[in-house]
């Protein structure tokens, strides 16, 4: 069930009302929720219920004996079971196709022929968002900075439709608590939610699925038949496509948390006004690189041990960050990328602080640049994220930087494509004071009249709009 | 390090105040927005109505779209999208047009004595062929790769982008009216040859003209005759006389869906395609892309190279290919376009021999099979 669609909209009207009426009765209003986001998770595909029932099953049996032993070794032996159950489980759906087929390849170069037929394993939805969420669960009550739930409270922070498929991360000790708060049913932050509703939407359907299926599929499906200018535009497109399309889930998924009284950790903020590749990483997929950071680099320990070992963990935290994405080499080489250029720019900081270099002053002109420069490398990677294989990655890059098409036409950059570009960037330089005014505004509208404002805006998007509604890029990861 | 609280997570700290509503009254506003939302786009709503599955579902949302679509009408409410679409240049984009147009041609030729076809015409980088490209969702990754093939033989220009539209097919004219729409399309295009790839969505019950069939009958097979019979003659009746080229449905992991259904969706297209000898050509997907049993073909993932590795052909849906199967599927095309039109002379024939449209050999057909005398080089 796809957020943008009718029959979500008839399911979440039903689930709505209902869990208001039960939500001061929390025993019913968990087993309502969490049915409710099994029927959700259910209508992708009916058998996928039984791995997420599974993972939930497993993750609660290995946090309740990490909780209920002192002996540290136990502890730490519970945990292990716990991460490599997980991680057997993510690698045996995503993964299990890449690594046979790497390793048949592999065996062929040394001379060892085996051609084993290598079974197509059915990608369960989401299961890189519910099985991330799960870790940091059996971990936080590793670390004792959490305390296991019920098996109820917890089938429902792990199968919670809002984020069940794609997000955001939201972690135990981020979701858990709000299951025993008393939400007061006459206080919803319902304009922030319907704000994040209706802008996710446009972004989703207008944006991201506009610049897809009218320019980056067809420019990237066959970069050779394009001049040079068609591609590098393509680049950039696909830069908005892609942010428009998570960022535009994820708004919905915390709106829609919203008018349910639950809140959310947000996920972008603005990514691509980063003036620095760090900057970057802080405002895109936020719960992701938080995920990472606390669950990956710090262990691995973090930039405490001296400076190879920093660029080593940096390296590996984005490495295995770019394979949690897809099983492809791509993947691994776009996290080689922002893991390179994360190094190079802690590499650089720490030569200032050493050398007690002067701090150039800021200016306007100097953070443009920045941003222009950041923006650039990100699309450089971004190449790697799109292509379907190297082959068409270097064929975008040398396309770009092939002279002899630097002056062929450019038909499909149409007055369209770059005005959905531009939207989709310039939406992030908006100042978030005058976002915030609108949504307050917008809160005093009487409900009439904000039921009618926001029904003329379901007659933009869904005019704007393409028909049917493609699927969400990240639904894969 | 100080965790960060959830507040400070949310982004929405400092922010002037809101007000909220009682859970009541957004639910009010939902329903008010959903309300006037179907109101203002009932044009959109009937049409994603009528594209349901034919079914409940699609009588359910049949019932609660069309009153929706009458008020919105009598109100003039459904103006303002009319208008907006307009603006946008897509005023076609909620039509509804059910008509599909019969073949012009009745007796079938299949079985007949040797005719003499039309001539295989010669094209040459000063007088490129004019291919067009689309169907369904299983035409696109090949035909982005016989893009790259057929431009590479240096004769042959692609017109536009591969043009394929999602879940479409000749059953449902109400969801995509693929005749209506080539009829548009090519003939704005005027192309040489077209490669068609359509079926995978038809195994279902008609609707539209001569509608309500159900699947696999006698009276369906005779209907999805008609539509595919009137679809090739159509496109034949372009004044650039084009060459269409049908590919054929490959095994998909389903397999019982594939011998149940898309055999005989073959079936009817192999039959059409002979009935118009040496103008529609039938691609056979199953033996490129297929693995050879001893009754046939069966679906397989991957295909062994030369050297015993394997590469994947499909992808994880078993239904669609990947790049590899895509390429597999491009080069049969071309091989079947190559019968019909001479790419390759101008390569090696002196720069006088061969004229734009010549005529470089003779096409004949014995019992229904294409058979090609041609004067190489």
Known sequence: ?477 | MRAATLDELTGDQGSPPRVPLPAGKVIAVALIALLVGALLNAAGLRKNALGQPVGWKRDVAKLVATPIYDVSHALYLDRLRVEFKSLLGRSSDDAVNNRLPSPTIHSPTLGATPTTLPPRQAFTPQHMLRLWIGGDSLGDTPGQSLINDATATGAVGIVGPVDTHIATGLARPEVFNWPNYLDEVLTADQPNAVVLTLGANDDQTLTGDNGGETFGSPAWQAEYSRRIGGLMDSILGLASHPRLFMVGIPPIRDMGRYLNDYVLINNIFKTQAAMRPGRVYYVDTAPVIGARTPTGYTYTDGLPNPDGTVTQVRSGDGIHFTRAGGDLVANAILQQMEQAFDLTSWKTAPTTTTKPGQHTGATTTTRGHPTTTTRRP
């Open chain 1, 1 to 477: 069930m796809l957020f943008p669609t009718i029959t979500f909209a008839i399911f979440f009207m039903v689930v709505l009302p209902t869990s208001w009426i039960l939500m001061h009765k929390r025993f019913q209003w968990q087993l309502f929720i969490l049915a409710a986001s099994y029927f959700f998770y259910g209508y992708y595909d009916w058998r996928f219920i039984f791995l997420l029932a599974g993972s939930t099953l497993v993750n609660q049996i290995v946090a309740l004996q990490i909780h209920s032993n002192e002996r540290e070794n136990v502890r730490r032996a519970w945990l292990a079971v716990g991460v490599a159950a997980n991680l057997a489980g993510l690698g045996y759906f995503k993964y299990y196709g890449f690594f046979v087929s790497n390793a048949t390849n592999l065996l062929h170069r040394l001379g060892l022929g085996v051609s084993p037929t290598v079974p197509a394993v059915l990608l369960p939805i989401g299961i890189s968002f519910f099985t991330f969420q799960a870790m940091s669960y059996i971990i936080d009550v590793y670390r004792k900075t959490f305390e296991p739930r019920g098996l109820l409270e917890f089938a429902v922070y792990l199968s919670f439709f809002p984020h069940v498929v794609s997000g955001p991360i939201v972690r135990a000790a981020e979701f858990l608590p709000q299951l025993r708060e008393r939400h007061d049913p006459r206080k919803v932050d319902s304009s922030r939610a319907f704000y994040l509703i209706f802008v996710g939407l446009f972004k989703k359907v207008v944006i991201a699925n506009f610049l897809g299926t009218n320019f980056v599929d067809i420019v990237f499906a066959n970069p050779r038949q394009h001049s040079s200018l068609e591609v590098l535009v393509s680049v950039y497109a696909y830069a908005v496509q892609i942010y428009a399309d998570f960022s535009g889930y994820t708004d919905m998924a915390i709106g829609l948390a919203l008018l349910l009284g639950f809140r959310f950790p947000q996920n972008f903020d603005s990514p691509y006004t980063a003036l620095s590749l760090q900057d970057f990483w802080r405002r895109w997929h936020m719960t992701l690189s938080r995920w990472l950071r606390d669950y990956l680099y710090v262990p691995l320990g973090g930039n405490r041990r001296g400076k190879w070992q920093t660029y080593r963990n940096i390296m590996i935290t984005f490495l295995l960050g770019g394979l949690w994405h897809g099983a492809s080499w791509t993947f691994v080489v776009w996290g080689g990328i922002h893991g390179t250029f994360l190094s190079y720019e802690h590499w650089q900081s720490t030569r200032r602080a050493a050398s007690h270099h002067h701090q150039v002053p800021d200016s306007w002109r100097r953070r443009m640049l920045r941003r222009f420069v950041i923006f650039q490398v990100v699309c450089v990677a971004w190449i790697f994220f799109r292509a379907e294989s190297f082959s068409n990655a270097a064929a975008v890059i040398t396309r770009i930087f092939d002279p002899s098409h630097w002056v062929a036409g450019a038909p499909l950059v149409t007055g369209g494509v770059l005005l959905a570009i531009a939207a989709g960037i310039g939406e992030q330089y908006i100042p978030r004071d005058a976002i915030a005014k609108l949504m307050s505004r917008f809160s005093r509208y009487s409900p009439v009249a904000q039921g009618l404002v926001l029904g003329v805006a379901f007659l933009v998007i869904n005019s704007m709009g393409p028909r049917g509604v493609a699927p969400f890029i990240y639904f894969r990861f």
